[in-house]
């Protein structure tokens, strides 16, 4: 594990870029159709957000991703404390002027570093749909067409054709037909 690919988010550990987590190798075509139906999808797929911050990398735009997760998890984040500390977290990270991952946003959205005084959790919403939007017409279509994308496809595909996967169809056709 290089240390370009790991990202560290003290307050956000469910978005560590972590190799412990096993490739889901019983993933079933469901996967990346799934995916390919829309970014929403994806985004409900931990493998799916996996190999979409594999091609953001790529981008150099992974940060947009990052930014959106982080916000995902921080609306779920009770307590005034927690909540403070996550979204100053959020702020030096991600919106900062001297944010270490950037996200671009519009300028007038920016927030003040005031608002993090009194933290609400739909707080970061208007910028999270900015950055939402972007990787919906900008990202999310070049990914679906990119080489992480097809060729986790073609291997779902590969895996479902196997022989063992059609002895499995088999045996449960058997028993529903009966």
């Not at 469910?14 to 999808?41: F, V, Y």
């Not at 403070?84 to 003040?112: D, M, P, W």
């Not at 059609?166 to 529903?176: D, G, H, L, M, P």
Request: hydrophobic residues 30%.
């Amino acid at each position: 594990c290089s240390l370009q690919r790991f990202i560290f988010f003290p307050f956000f550990p469910e978005i560590n870029d972590s190799e412990s987590h096993p490739s889901s190798s019983h993933q079933t075509l469901k996967g990346t159709s799934k995916w390919a139906t829309s970014l929403e999808n994806l985004l409900e797929d931990p493998e799916g957000v996996k190999r979409f911050r594999e091609f953001l990398k790529k981008e150099f735009s992974e940060e947009n991703v990052l930014f959106w997760l982080a916000c995902e998890e921080f609306k779920k984040t009770q307590g005034k404390k927690q909540m403070q500390e996550k979204a100053k977290e959020i702020y030096t990270t991600f919106l900062s002027s001297k944010a270490s991952s950037q996200v671009n946003v519009e300028g007038q959205s920016r927030l003040n570093e005031t608002i993090l005084e009194t933290p609400h959790p739909l707080m970061f919403q208007k910028l999270q749909d900015q950055i939402f939007n972007l990787m919906k017409y900008d990202s999310y279509s070049r990914f679906l067409k990119s080489d992480i994308f097809l060729n986790h496809k073609k291997s779902e595909e590969q895996e479902e054709n196997s022989p063992e996967a059609q002895t499995a169809a088999k045996r449960a056709s058997r028993i529903y037909n009966t």
